[in-house]
């Protein structure tokens, strides 16, 4: 060891974190396969394939030892966060390039675990949208399960897509409203479109609620802490229940965001990421309330549907000022701004 002492030892590896975040992810993903088929699996399979290759060779081009790191779990948790954000039915080779992108480039050559300013996992999704933002948006319809007919369009013809896609309840929302000829409302666009369930996307809403679970097992197990879910989906559902109450013709109201989209799983999944996210508590709080307004205004007004993944990059660039201006004062020093002497 390296540094000064006194050290503090965790009394959890970060293999077991990572394993545990592997575990309450399940519970999401069983309800995504009951909802949307099996092709998720699929697409979990596929990136950490290409997750584990990828970083078997840096770690081996790096002079790192492959064993030791590659059974840490961190890649998988990279993987199947990226697998849970894209399109179930995605082509193969999409998925697999954005994770190698996401472990190669975002994690490696940044240094590896525990060195990357931005999360790997929304590095991968940014750069996907923006590049094929077509292939990016296309989601199974509802009701679309059958297993061989998604293998079809994942690994043999994309122009069979259009036929068994919809767009995302964020995405039929924000494009109604977005043209003023049609003169759409929130209450009429949630009422006519098949993508809508009772209080969110139809089946998203009970992802979420799975998600919720999963991370408040996390929480029960100490792996993450309560400010940055609470933060984010507090916040979000903050603004969009200030901005509903004041035109609810125009605005969508908190339940709806907070069980839509990304909100869930990023809350309790993604933003709690203890590398790229901020460390201290209030450093936290400030950091997820940031994402979740960010999120918002880019859900409302931009031009993607859902804004978790600009809105977490967004706020990594902003961790290093965060968390200067959140660390506590040093023990037995006292604050400067009170008084004291530094």
Not at 111 to 128: K, R, Y
Not at 135 to 141: D, I, N, Q, R, V
């Amino acid at each position: 060891m390296n540094g000064t002492s006194p050290h503090l030892h965790l009394p959890i590896s970060v293999r077991l974190i990572m394993f545990k975040v592997l575990a309450a992810l399940v519970p999401g993903i069983a309800v995504y396969v009951w909802f949307f088929g099996a092709a998720i699996l699929v697409q979990i399979a596929l990136a950490s394939a290409a997750a584990l290759a990828g970083e078997a060779a840096m770690l081996r081009l790096r002079g790192k030892p492959v064993g030791l790191f590659l059974s840490d779990g961190s890649a998988l948790v990279t993987a199947w966060l990226i697998a849970l954000t894209f399109p179930p039915i995605a082509p193969w080779w999409l998925t697999v390039s954005a994770t190698l992108f996401a472990i190669v480039v975002a994690k490696h050559l940044y240094g590896g675990l525990g060195q990357n300013p931005f999360n790997p996992a929304m590095v991968a999704f940014c750069v996907s949208i923006i590049a094929f933002p077509a292939l990016m948006s296309k989601w199974p319809a509802v009701g679309f399960t059958d297993f061989s007919a998604q293998m079809a369009v994942v690994f043999q013809s994309q122009s069979a897509q259009d036929a068994v896609t919809m767009a995302t309840p964020l995405d039929a929302l924000r494009t109604q409203l977005h043209v003023p000829e049609a003169r759409a409302t929130v209450a009429g666009v949630l009422g006519s479109h098949a993508s809508f369930g009772n209080i969110g996307g139809k089946g998203w809403e009970w992802i979420a609620l799975a998600y919720l679970l999963g991370g408040l097992w996390l929480l029960q197990q100490r792996v993450i802490t309560w400010h940055v879910p609470v933060a984010f989906l507090g916040v979000l559902a903050l603004i969009a229940g200030g901005f509903s109450l004041a035109n609810p013709d125009r605005y969508a109201g908190p339940v709806f965001h907070v069980v839509t989209g990304g909100a869930m799983l990023g809350a309790f999944f993604i933003l709690t990421d203890p590398v790229s996210g901020a460390t201290t508590p209030r450093g936290k709080l400030i950091f997820a309330a940031g994402v979740a307004l960010l999120a918002w205004i880019i859900r409302t007004f931009g031009a993607y549907p859902d804004g978790m993944a600009f809105g977490v990059l967004l706020m990594n660039l902003c961790v290093p000022l965060i968390d200067m201006g959140t660390q506590p004062p040093v023990f037995g020093h006292k604050d400067e701004q009170k008084g004291g002497t530094p």
